[in-house]
């Protein structure tokens, strides 16, 4: 799998982390159904990287009146970043144990 497929299926892996946090259900250990994108020109890819810009612009404008939201915004990604990086995984979206990677430390 090419780097650059991988990396454009994360920008709809973090939509879909996000819709989880507000809406969980659906949950399961293996997310087999997700598949990972083809092409940069496909509206799924397109309307995430998007949203996900949305999101840190967002973040980035609201740092001054708002910084709880901007934390916010800056925690979401970063607390993903161990399940969706930019290193190819063998599923697009992985679900992570919690616990398991709160406890190392």
Request: aromatic letters at 20%; zero cysteines.
């Amino acid at each position: 799998l090419p780097a650059t497929q991988y990396f454009m299926t994360q920008w709809r892996a973090y939509l879909h982390y996000f819709a989880m946090y507000f809406f969980s259900f659906n949950l399961n250990a293996d997310n087999l159904q997700f598949g990972f994108s083809e092409s940069i020109k496909d509206f799924a890819v397109l309307r995430a990287l998007f949203v996900n810009l949305a999101i840190i612009l967002v973040g980035f404008l609201t740092w001054r009146r708002w910084p709880q939201i901007t934390l916010a915004f800056a925690w979401f990604y970063i607390a993903i970043s161990p399940a969706s990086s930019v290193v190819v995984l063998a599923e697009p979206v992985e679900h992570v144990d919690a616990d398991r990677v709160l406890s190392r430390g």
